[in-house]
């Protein structure tokens, strides 16, 4: 018999990588209830129960209702933020806050739900300091990473260093003349670093001169490692530039990315490295909801399959 449990899906309305798996999850007859919990509370609805069985109760979308007691697997992707637009500021910060720490904790505490990932555990893996702190731990390399608001400290770092780049630590969207963007990694040098670095944290790291990026996906067991050759800094900056070539990760790495997941209590995880020219594999990060669909229509990689593979699992 099979299980009528459903799968829930917590992203945005314009999720093309969540599409292919829900039609994946349709094809395969598990049920699926799609949210996204930025339409709180204007077409969502909560009712949960703490009770001595766990959290007990529904939520409602327009066209679903989900049984908070019986979900088999919850796949969080990039819900949009919680908006009250019709509120005060003052009253909107607090609607807001109830809302996160309401529904928020409500969907990350389902009793027996698979979490791909749990929400705490994305954010608590999305401190890029944590992250390369956990990398070291799990055995990778790392390049020599300065994180300062001290100009001096910065400028004495791109002193000792050959090359050294400029990362943000988080990247927000920022709206130029209406289009989305991003602060972009770059090249810096002493003579860049002013007082303005004191205003808040920034990240530098000594730049390793590289053959090649390799993006890794594991997905529970599964390990998908595709090389990115390029002539660009980010390869992120510029996809018509790319070619792409699955190949096999050395068996260290492979090791050290079940270590870094089981440090965050992740079972997906989205790694970027480069290759320096010696060969050597340096960790960059891990994006605990990375993208990774585009590299299966390039390459022909399952790993819609395998996600599925997952969520479909029931023990």
């Not at 390049?143 to 400028?155: F, G, M, Q, Y």
């Not at 944290?201 to 390799?214: G, I, N």
């Not at 995880?269 to 994006?287: I, R, S």
Request: hydrophobic residues 40%; proline residues 7%; aromatic residues 10%.
């Amino acid at each position: 018999m099979s299980d009528p449990r459903p799968v829930l899906v917590v992203t945005s309305l314009h999720d093309p990588t969540a599409d292919v798996v829900i039609r994946e999850l349709h094809d395969r007859g598990i049920p699926v209830v799609r949210l996204d919990s930025g339409d709180f509370p204007q077409s969502l609805s909560v009712e949960a129960e703490i009770t001595s069985q766990g959290v007990r109760g529904r939520v409602t979308t327009p066209s679903r209702t989900a049984d908070l007691a019986n979900i088999r697997a919850l796949y969080y992707r990039r819900p949009t933020g919680f908006a009250f637009p019709h509120l005060s500021e003052q009253d909107a910060r607090f609607a807001i806050t109830q809302a996160r720490y309401g529904l928020g904790g409500v969907l990350a505490s389902l009793p027996g739900c698979l979490y791909v990932n749990h929400p705490h555990r994305i954010g608590d893996a999305e401190f890029k300091p944590s992250g390369l702190a956990a990398a070291v731990e799990a055995g990778f390399l790392v390049p020599p990473t300065l994180i300062t608001s001290s100009p001096d400290a910065a400028r004495a770092f791109v002193k000792g260093h050959d090359s050294v780049i400029y990362k943000p630590l988080h990247n927000p969207v920022y709206r130029i003349d209406g289009v989305s963007s991003v602060v972009k990694i770059a090249e810096v040098t002493a003579e860049d670093i002013d007082e303005s670095v004191s205003g808040t944290a920034h990240l530098f790291q000594k730049r390793v001169f590289k053959a090649a990026d390799v993006r890794v996906t594991v997905i529970d067991s599964q390990v998908f490692c595709v090389r990115i050759d390029s002539d660009v800094l980010d390869w992120r900056t510029d996809y018509n530039r790319l070619t792409y070539t699955p190949v096999e990760p050395p068996p260290w790495i492979e090791q050290a990315l079940h270590r870094y997941l089981d440090h965050f209590g992740l079972v997906f995880g989205a790694f970027d490295f480069c290759v320096g020219e010696d060969g050597q594999w340096w960790f960059l990060e891990c994006n605990p909801s990375g993208q990774w669909y585009w590299l299966e229509s390039e390459t022909g990689l399952p790993m819609c399959a395998a996600l599925a593979d997952l969520l479909e699992r029931t023990s």
